[in-house]
T-cell receptor
Framework: DGGITQSPKYLFRKEGQNVTLSCEQN?????MYWYRQDPGQGLRLIYY???????QKGDIAEGYSVSREKKESFPLTVTSAQKNPTAFYLC???????????FGPGTRLTVT | GQNIDQPTEMTATEGAIVQINCTYQ??????LFWYQQHAGEAPTFLSY??LDGLEEKGRFSSFLSRSKGYSYLLLKELQMKDSASYLC??????????WGAGTKLIIKP
């Protein structure tokens, strides 16, 4: 079955710790994206990658970092520099710019 | 700036028809997507319009008017499982999706 997986579904961390959220896809999609969703708000783009070993900052990249060493994988690290890290994080992939994005199930991160 | 405007919440009755409107202002335009998102879950693709007019797909239809910066999603024969948020997302000149906050649709029996 082709799809996108994110793990874990729920993640709890103490303030000051870095945490890495995984995202894997076996759809053979070139483009991958990380979004953050807060209650009552639209999805906000953190980082995106259109090709292996290349990625661009989205609207809210500060406090986050990514890597794209393999086509299938696009992990997101939430660093201690991110002031309000508690949120629902969604990873997505697409064949190209004008194609629909397929989303993973999301990771709900809580930092206390 | 870029802006998406959708009603925050709508209520409809099972079996009825509902229209969810979206107006947008973006830097350039390369089409508009509608997604459905059930509470606590990921968005799933519903439709994509790039030309003016109505696209029908089963119980769901989506309309676009580029000159008016306006789109709507029409849901027919509403079912309880249609209770969800509906996200309007135009694609700007950089091929980035600009996401609205979504319309929460509540279906009552």
């Amino acid at each position: 079955d082709g799809g996108i997986t994110q793990s874990p579904k729920y993640l709890f961390r103490k303030e000051g710790q870095n945490v890495t959220l995984s995202c894997e896809q076996n759809l053979n999609h070139d483009a991958m994206y990380w979004y953050r969703q807060d209650p009552g708000q639209g999805l906000r783009l953190i980082y995106y990658s259109q090709i292996v070993n290349d990625f661009q900052k989205g609207d809210i990249a500060e406090g986050y970092s990514v890597s794209r060493e393999k086509k299938e994988s696009f992990p997101l690290t939430v660093t201690s520099a991110q002031k309000n890290p508690t949120a629902f994080y969604l990873c997505a992939s697409s064949i190209g710019d004008t194609q629909e994005q397929y989303f993973g199930p999301g990771t709900r991160l809580t930092v206390t | 700036g870029q802006n998406i405007d959708q009603p925050t919440e709508m209520t409809a009755t099972e079996g009825a028809i509902v229209q969810i409107n979206c107006t947008y202002q973006t830097s350039g335009f390369n089409g508009l997507f509608w997604y459905q998102q059930h509470a606590g879950e990921a968005p799933t693709f519903l439709s994509y319009n790039v030309l003016d007019g109505l696209e029908e797909k089963g119980r769901f239809s989506s309309f676009l008017s580029r000159s008016k910066g306006y789109s709507y999603l029409l849901l027919k024969e509403l079912q309880m499982k249609d209770s969800a948020s509906y996200l309007c997302a135009p694609l700007d000149s950089n091929y980035q999706l600009i996401w609205g906050a979504g319309t929460k649709l509540i279906i009552k029996p």
